[in-house]
């Protein structure tokens, strides 16, 4: 970066400049595998209420052309976008991008297909600005450091903005003033707070979407040329120095770090478990502990978790609370809850949230016994490890520690793994014809001349 450019400039030039023959196919290959992880919870979604309110609400802001995943009704580009991105997002089963602690493919699918299907532009142009969109806002993410979080905004729907507007800008058209002007006006209108966790609200749910809602938005702003701050990152009220704490350790340089070289989806996790991510390394040692050694409920003392201090206000705090979610999405953020219910089930599953499960008195007295200690020895962000220890009525003691979460870049998913963890999520609403219909759309994206014929293959029909 020269001096007399700013970042959005970066940034601007780069996307302007990049070809999905520049991507190489293994980043290509993955991307198809985030996409179709995506689609797959989307569908699970419109099996629970926030999706059924989130439709209506959708529906009565207007009709329109565009057609959204698993849905038979049509809406207009924005609204489109907004709700694949709480579809997607809803179940809080969607991948995150471990160094920027964002869930980095919820904003930017949905606006990588909105733009597509609008401008009926190829699968491969829809793949391109997916990545594009992934890219600029993990890595966004990643250069606040935690400080996003510590400020009380939640970086999916900051960090998730400015993705989806340099995305948005490159798929219509425009330059490289154009894209850094586009992330110049989504400084305005980037958000999420991070309140909901004090009742377990929906808004989080709503953050990529809305994302993807300002990117657009953002875009068509640059192309008529409303004029836009481009220090919207390093200036003095700029994203860094307005939404972290001041005197926090960010690292703006992060953003354009060999941007084009290390594509950052390789270091985006995709869930195997239908919660907070920071909870993965607990429920997989707690159903290790208890399956090795034939443990049960009534066997537990106390159980002991040791996690980095940056999650404990999102899993463990606060401690009372935790201890008795309110909804499916608040027991999503309890690390009690979820815990009692590896060791009482061996499993965490959608299932596992159903009301039934929220006042079942064996999870909530063995959620009582769960405890939180910080861990000494914290690699977070890069990673989110966890450690549990098991003090049975007897007096055993079992730990065990995973110091990389599973999903994580080092101890990826499987294609087979994905595509199994999408067929479960589809069984949810759909049979197998659907199933196989919506898994072919995505895998063969990259040959779709128009991205209209991908986006009706989502919608039922």
Same mark, same amino acid.
């Given at each position: $970066? ?15 400049? *990049? ?41 009565? %802001? ?19 976008? $907004? ?72 970086? @999916?729907?900051? =960090? ?36 909901? %966790?004090?009742?377990? =609200? ?41 939404? @972290? ?8 340089? =992060? ?12 270091? @985006? ?42 999650? *404990?206000?999102? *899993?463990? !705090? ?30 965490? @599953? ?5 009301? !039934? ?29 966890? !450690? ?28 087979? !793994? ?44």
């Amino acid at each position: $970066m020269s001096s007399a450019q700013t970042l959005a400039q970066v940034i601007g030039d780069w996307a302007s400049e *990049v070809k999905i023959a520049d991507v190489p196919s293994h980043v290509q290959e993955q991307a198809l595998l985030n996409i179709l992880d995506a689609v797959g919870i989307a569908f699970a979604s419109t099996n629970y209420d926030f999706a059924a309110k989130s439709i209506a609400a959708s529906v009565a %802001l207007g009709s329109g052309p565009r057609g959204a995943i698993a849905c038979t009704e049509r809406f207009s580009v924005r609204d489109q976008a $907004m709700l694949n991105g709480i579809l997607i997002h809803g179940l809080d089963f969607d991948d995150t991008h471990v160094p920027g602690v964002i869930h980095a493919t919820a904003s930017a699918v949905p606006t990588a297909i909105a733009i597509a299907d609008d401008r009926e532009l190829s699968g491969t142009d829809l793949v391109l600005g997916f990545l594009v969109a992934l890219e600029i806002g993990a890595r966004v993410g990643t250069a606040a450091n935690g400080g996003f979080h510590a400020q009380g905004f939640h970086p @999916t729907g900051l =960090a998730g903005a400015f993705g989806a507007a340099t995305a948005a800008a490159k798929m219509i058209g425009l330059d490289s003033h154009g894209i850094a002007s586009a992330q110049g006006i989504v400084g305005s209108l980037a958000s999420g707070s991070m309140e909901f %966790l004090e009742t377990g =609200a929906w808004t989080k749910r709503l953050h990529p979407g809305w994302a993807a809602v300002c990117g657009i938005t953002s875009a068509e702003l640059a192309k008529a040329k409303f004029e836009a701050p481009l220090a919207i990152y390093e200036g003095r009220f700029g994203l860094f120095n307005s939404h @972290t704490p001041a005197g926090h350790n960010t690292d703006i340089s =992060a953003v354009a770090a060999d941007l084009g070289a290390v594509w950052e989806l390789l270091k @985006t996790a995709i869930k195997p478990y239908a919660a907070c991510h920071f909870t993965h390394a607990c429920i997989d040692i707690a159903i290790e502990l208890v399956t090795e050694n034939n443990l049960h409920a009534a066997d537990i003392e106390s159980v002991l978790t040791i996690i980095p201090a940056q999650v *404990v206000p999102v *899993v463990s !705090e606060p401690a009372k609370s935790k201890l008795t979610p309110r909804s499916d999405y608040d027991a999503k953020f309890s690390l009690p809850f979820i815990v009692a219910t590896a060791i009482a089930k061996r499993r965490f @599953t959608l299932a596992d949230l159903a009301d !039934e499960c929220l006042v079942d008195p064996e999870l909530l007295e063995l959620a009582a016994k769960v405890s939180y200690q910080n861990d000494p020895n914290p690699t977070f962000p890069k990673y989110f490890h966890g !450690e549990v220890v098991i003090k049975t009525r007897d007096g055993r003691t079992f730990a065990k520690r995973e110091d990389v979460n599973r999903g994580a870049d080092e101890r990826p998913l499987s294609a087979s !793994e994905v595509e199994a963890k999408f067929r479960d999520n589809m069984e949810l609403v759909a049979d197998n014809n659907v199933s196989d219909r919506v898994f072919n759309a995505v895998m063969s994206l990259p040959s779709t001349k128009n991205s209209r014929d991908f986006v009706e293959e989502l919608r039922l029909q």
